[in-house]
Structure formats: C-alpha cells, structure tokens
C-alpha cells in the first residue's frame, strides 16, 4: 500500500493538529496502520497504532491521553487528531502500514509514507 500524509503545520503550545494518511490499494482493510514521528536530532519513535478495523488501539506513554488514531476504511485513510500540543511533540510525523489482521500492534512495518512536519511553538 502506498501512504501519504498531510495535514501538519505550526501550532502553538496548547493547541490541535489533525493529520491524515491516505492509503492507496485495495486491501487497506487487512492493514495494521501506525503513526510514528521523529524529532530533530533524535531517532524515530512509535507514537501509536491501530488494527486493522480501527477497533482497538495503543499509544506512546508520552501521548496516552492527547493524541486519537482513528480509520476509515471506505476512505481508505488514517488520522491522528493531537490534542493539548507541547513543544516535544515537534517533528515529522510519519504513517506506516503493515498487512497483518491481529491485534499485534507493535514490531516493524513494511509500507511507510513521506512524513509531514508538526511544529509546536511554546
């Protein structure tokens, strides 16, 4: 499957963003799809995940509670709405995809998309 996100910007501290990935092929259903982000200077992080119907999901520790992936398959699309937005939560934000119809969430993904950048001013 081919991604692409979109949807970020420059937020003030507080604030929120929703990004979007879109999906191309036809069996984005049988996806497993995560949001990862990477920092300036840093490694990339997982931030969340979704399985493949949207019915359950996992987050980083440092997002639990502010960020919300969501799916629509008809649309074949992904989301992160982000919530109360700090600083750290700056970098490029990347979707990635996996084929995988359990609910293991975690591990590496196979299809990766170009990120969109989310800067958080304080």
């Known amino acids: 499957v081919q991604l692409q996100a979109s949807g970020g910007g420059l937020v003030q501290a507080g604030g929120s963003l929703r990004l979007s990935c879109a999906a191309s092929?036809?069996?984005?259903?049988?996806?497993?799809m995560a949001w990862f982000r990477q920092a300036p200077g840093k490694e990339r992080e997982f931030v969340g995940a979704?399985?493949?119907?949207?019915?359950?999901?996992t987050y980083a520790d440092s997002v639990k509670g502010r960020f919300t992936i969501s799916r629509d398959n008809a649309k074949t699309a992904v989301y992160l709405q982000m919530n109360g937005l700090k600083a750290e939560d700056t970098g490029v934000y990347y979707c990635?995809?996996?084929?995988?119809?359990?609910?293991?969430?975690?591990?590496?993904?196979?299809?990766w998309g170009k990120g969109t950048l989310v800067t958080v001013s304080s």
């Open positions: 990635a995809g996996r084929r995988d119809t359990s609910f293991r969430l975690f591990g590496e993904y196979d299809d």
């Open positions: 092929g036809r069996t984005f259903d049988e996806y497993a």
């Open positions: 979704t399985n493949w119907s949207g019915s359950f999901a």
